[in-house]
Every structure is written in C-alpha cells, then in structure tokens.
C-alpha cells in the first residue's frame, strides 16, 4: 500500500492498515518534523513495529539528510521480530520499483555471534568476551606476527585482511544471516557487525548498547547526532537507566578484587624489570589522552559517557595516581577502607558527600583522584596488556564505584545492609551504590540525538516519563483500539461468590477466605476458558505462599481435573521448560494453567497470542516492596526533584507492570481473551485512569465491582460470542482500512478543514474549529474519528 502523509509518500508492506497504526505514522512524522522526542503508546497486537519501520524507512529515504535510524529493544528474540518486518519491509519496497540501497543489521552479544571452535562453548558472556580479547587485542596480534608461538582468532585475522565494505553488499542482514555470512566468508560474525554500523542505514540493538555507559562507550558513541533513536517496549525504560548505573559490592567482591591488585602489582614489577618503556610512555601519554577524549566530544564526535563527565576531562590526572605503582598502592588503600565499611551490623543509608568525608578523614584519600579511578584501571590493563580480563571484573566494579561516587552529589545513595535480603539469617553484608535518577543515564541520549521516540503498549499516564526522566516532549498520544468486535473483556473482580472482598492488600493477603476466593477465581475460569489461562502474582514469595495454601486446601487438585498447572520459578532454565511444556498442553487440547510473577520473565517480551492465552488474571496489584531503603529514597528524589507524589510514582509503576501482564492476551484483532482484575482496589477510578487508553475505553460499568459468579456469567457470554466466525467484510472501513479507505479519511479531513476555514471570515467559533482541527491533525488524533 502506498499513500501519503503530508508530502510523505509511505510504502506499508500490506493492504491493509488499522486506523490506529495510521495516526501513530502521522504523530511520528510530527515529531521528526520537528526534530524532538515523542512519547507513544499504541495497542498490544496493532503492528507497531511495521507502522514505526514503514514511516520512518520511507522519511529516511524521501528526504536528503538520509537519517540513521537506531532502534532499542529488550530481548534478542525481540530484535529478530524487528528485523524479520524490517527485510519484509525493504522487499517490499523494492517490489514497488524503489531502486535504493539499504543497510539494516543487528548486534547482539559475543556469546550469541562467535564461531571460535573452543570459545563459543562457553556459557558465560563474560567468559566469552574474556576469551575473545585475549586472541584479538592488539598486543596478542603483534607478538604472533613477530613469530612468537601465540593463539589467535583466524575469523578475525580474516576480517582484517578485507575490506568490509565490499565485501557486506547492502541488504537487511538478521542475527541468523550475520552469522551465517560470517561462516561462509570465514569472517569474524561480532565484530563485522559491529564495524558496520557507521555504514548502516538501520541498526537494531539492545538498550544496553545506548542506556549502560560502559558499553555506549565502545558500540554507540560515534553515532551521528542527526540519527532518530527508537525505545521500543520502553515503558520499564527508567529502570533500565538506573540499573546501568547502581552497583552491588559483597565481600567476595572485595576478595577477589585484592587478589586482582596483587597481579597488578606483579605485572608492573614484571614489566620494569624487562625493562620496558612502555610505563613511562604511559605516563607521559596520560593527560594528552583524556585531552583527546575532550577533543572527541567537543568536535561532536562522541556521545558523552555519564560516568566520565566533561569537565573532569579538563583536569590533569592527580599526581598521586600517575605512576602505576602508586595507582596500585591507591586502589588498595581504598580496596581495604570497603572492607572496613562492610562490617556492619545494623543498616546504614548515606549520600556520596557523606561517604567521601568518612572515607577522607579514615583514609586520607582526597575526591579528585577517585573521579580517575575506572580510566586510569582501562589505560593500565591496556599497558600491561593483560589477559583473562574477566578476572579482573571485581576491581573493575572497585573502580567504577570509586569514580561515582566521587562524580555525583545528587541521585544516587549508598546503603548498607548486614543480610542480603529481608529474608536471610546468616550474614552477609552487601554495599549497594544505588542510582536514584533514571535521567542521569539517558541524558547523553537527549543531548545528543534530534529525535528520540519512546513507544510501548502500556506508557500511560504518558506526562509520567518526561518528568522522572527530564526531557520535553513534542508529541504526547495514547491510541484507543478501533474494534468492530470487542475481542477482549477487561473485568474487575471485587469478591468472590460469599461477597468476601479480595485483595493482595498486605493485612487481608493472607486471610484464608482470600486465598479461598483466589483460589475459586482460578478453578471456576479453568472450567469454563478453552485451552490456556496464564495467572500473575505480585511477587514470588507472595505466590509460593499462595499455592502452599491452594495445596493444603485441596484446590490444586480442583483446578487439575480441567488443566494442567505450571509454575514460573526465578530460575530461567526452569521456566524455560514449564513454558515448552505448558505450550503442548493448550496444542494438544489437554489445556493448561501457568502461574507467574509480574515483572518475571514470562510478563515481559513472551506472547500468549490466540489459544496459549484465552484469559488472564492478576492477582492483585504488582506493588513494589515499600519497605526498600533504595525504594524509599528513590521516592524522597522523585518527590523534591520532579515533584512525584510518592503514592502516584507507586500506582504508576505498579499499574503499568499489571497492564503489561494483561496486555499478554492480546496479540491482534483476530485474537481474543479476557482480562480478569483480581482486587477489588481496581474498581477505584484513580487506579483505573492510570490504565492505558485502549484497555480504559473497554471497561464498562456493568463489568467493574464483580463477584466471581457474575465474572463466570459475563465471560461464558463472551466466549460463545467469540467463537462464532470472525466476518472480516465488517471490518472493512472501520477497524481495517484499504487505501481507499484512507484516501476518503484524507479527503473528508480536508474538506472539513476547507470548510471551517471558510467560516472563520463570518463567525468566531469556527477559527477555533480550525485551530483545534489542525492541532487534532497534526497529532494523529483526527484520523481515529471513523465517524467522518
């Protein structure tokens, strides 16, 4: 299908389009005309990927600037999904007759991409990356070629020796094609991947590669600044961020990180006595390189690292840590002060400014030189050229937390704990460096990129993630879901048949006439939904004590005689195979029930679409564990800095975890299930708001204060309804468009916006009709009213 928006000529790869994946291009083209960032949230199951690829493909192409897109997901099998629309896409394309050449390729990990014999058996990433570096640095590749007896990578040797721009034409190149090409041509699959990405018109990879300094640093940083960046399932975006700057330091930590400043102090002592040059070129070398790394980003080459601020960059690197020996001496001390601090026996919680002034009057370490700390280990390792760098990933923890905390006053905060977690008795003291501001990570992003997209399913309230995380949006929408038949049915059940309330509401989650009414919920909907019902709980602790209960109550067996039941477990092995199994049970016909947790592995990234999920239910509301140290404080910083209540950033975060979880059933508009609100605290209009549009805009009156036997009644109606055959004739023209549907949509919007320009000259109002006409259109929002 070809049409336009604006002068925007659009190619879709099919010939037919839902009215809501057209006002998501039309809100997209709004934002990358103006060159700023959107915030997008679009139903689960309508094509957004396509809808994103296809207008952003065609605006890359139609326009000179030719920009890069870079397009973020969670999960590998995610970035597959992208990448198989995007070869659809660019074939269809060139079925059209559009002579144009496209680079678009993925990058994942070592582990996934190696071809090394030995190297790629190993299960580790880190062991694999560790391995990796010790046949392809630099140093390792020089003695070989000076003939001495040292192992190297032959796929990499091979890539080095082409040029990889004739010899990668330009096509869409999926993980599975990458290494395959790497395979025929003996070429290395990760590294040709990653070099390129300068040449490539699409790239699609994991947020890490844009979001985690670390990484950043090597992947992304010399990225076009005119290139359109897509956060895609971006609504735990935030966590993302905070995660790629917190740490966690444990005794074994600090063990192995002094065993690792032992072989440091070996190898200098090594390299002096051979008498190498290499440590006083390293030293004169040192401040000229950070001058470079300035030189760098202010040419607007390099994206600026959170953990590496520019105006650290200014400064010569302290004396005391110039010489290698004296580093080594430095670390140690510090090395040892962590160890001193891990002896705990009550929690403590203190700011970076706190932690500096102990550490200062304990140990007489100044902040200057800690701000050093992880570039001055980098340019060590690289000038003792060591190997197994894998063994030195606790000093490089060591190191990164020096130079944090040192770096931040504001948004992070430390805390000690003498047990692990609430629930051990034995102790084990953990540091745990906490980031507290989501938008210290991602603020390289905004600064650098002109347009920044950020799109999930379930994002509402949309004004949410500006604020946590300090960007202004140009575009701001939410889509409802044009259905000629409701193919779901969101309900809240507020109580079981005896009329006793249900809620995971910690002084009532317990109550044996919960758990029982619980327990009724599931047995009643396994009788009467046809194969597969998936359950989410708040927690798993909050689960296991559940089924403990069910089991003691003899429903386990109840809910058996009509499925088959399998547990989500924290071990992802494990869950793995409930998963393949619970897949067989709803194929055969037996049918099946999987218990899981929100913000598991099965919550996020897997679909239950047609018969592996014909309902699902939440129990209860996902809330965060209120208790946290980190948790509360990250409130306290959300409260003065952004001024987020703190029961609204809770509702927030634990209503969009139960929408993701209720958005599994939903894959398409051919699919349908039910969507059971276990809690009768969902009834409540200030925790329904806070729902997605698509899901609000189908929960009616009559299906929001529930007991179990009127959810039974209301959902046997609904699936004999649904079972009847789906008429797609009575799509046509309302939650389906053909291109003539969407040329007339064009072409009554125009004459709309003509006539209420052409009363503005007589009456008042019908200025204001237009102005609101253009607004409504520039944002999409005019193209979902199918009355026109």
Known sequence: MLF??????????????????????????????????????????????????????SYQQFYPEKRKLIYCSRTVPEIEKALAELKRLVEYRKSCGLQESILGLGLTSRRNLCLHPSVSKEKKGKVVDARCRNLTASWVREAAAAGQDIETCSFYEELESLDLRETVPDAIYTLDDIKEMGKTKKICPYYMARRMIGYANVVIYSYHYMLDPKIADLISKELSKESIVVFDEAHNIDNVCIDSLSLDIMRPTLEASSRSITQLSESIEKMKQEGSEKLKSEYERLVQGLQDTMQARSDDLVMANPALPDDLLQEAVPGNIRKAEHFVAFLKRFNEYLKTRLRVLNVTAETPQSFLQHLKEITFIERKPLQFCAERLSLL???????????????????????????????????????????????????????????????????????????????????????????????????????????????????????????????????????????????????????????????????????????????????????????????????????????????????????????????????????????????????????????KARLEFLRDEHRVRENDFLTFDALRHAAQCLGRVLRGKTDYGLMVFADRRYARQDKRSKLPRWINQYITDTSVNLSTDMGIAIAKKFLRSMAQPLETQAQLGVSLWSLEDVLAKQRAQREKMERAAAGSHHVQYGAAEAAKLAQDRASGRVYMDVSL
Not at 26 to 46: I, Y
Not at 423 to 432: E, G, M, S, Y
């Open 381 to 631: 390792c690289r000038t003792l050229e060591l190997q197994n760098m894998d063994e030195y990933q606790s000093l490089e923890k060591v190191a990164a937390l020096a130079t944090l905390v040192a770096t931040y006053d504001k948004g992070f905060m430390l805390v000690l704990e003498p047990y692990e977690n609430d629930n051990a008795t034995v102790p084990n003291p953990i540091l745990r460096f906490a980031c507290l501001d989501a938008a210290i990570a991602i603020k390289p992003v905004f600064d650098r990129f002109s347009s920044v997209i950020i799109t999930s399913g379930t994002l509402s309230p949309l004004d949410m993630y500006p604020k946590i995380l300090s960007f202004e949006a140009v575009v701001q929408e939410s889509y409802p879901m044009t259905l000629t038949r409701n193919c779901f049915l969101p309900m809240v059940i507020t109580r079981g048949s005896d009329q006793v309330a249900i809620s995971s509401k910690f002084e009532v989650r317990n109550d044996p006439a919960v758990v029982r009414n619980f327990g009724n919920i599931l047995i009643e909907f396994g009788k009467i939904v046809p194969d597969g019902i998936v359950a989410f709980f708040p927690s798993y602790l909050y689960m296991e004590s559940i089924i403990a209960m069910w089991h003691e109550m003899g429903m386990l067996t109840e809910a058996w005689k009509s499925k088959l039941i399998f547990v989500e477990t924290p071990d992802s092995a494990e869950t793995s195979i409930a998963l393949d199994n619970y897949r067989r049970a709803c194929e055969n016909g037996r049918g099946a029930i999987l218990l899981a947790v929100a913000r598991g592995k099965v919550s996020e990234g897997i679909d239950f679409d047609h018969h592996y999920g014909r309902a699902v239910v939440m129990f209860g509301i996902p809330y965060q564990y209120t208790e946290s140290r980190i948790l």
């Open 4 to 57: 336009h928006i604006d002068d925007l000529p659009v190619y879709f790869p099919y010939e037919r389009i839902y009215p809501e994946q057209y006002a998501y291009m039309c809100s997209l083209k709004q934002a990358l005309d103006a060159q700023g960032h959107g915030v997008l949230e679009m139903p689960s199951g309508t094509g957004k990927t396509v809808s994103l690829l296809s207008l952003i493909i």
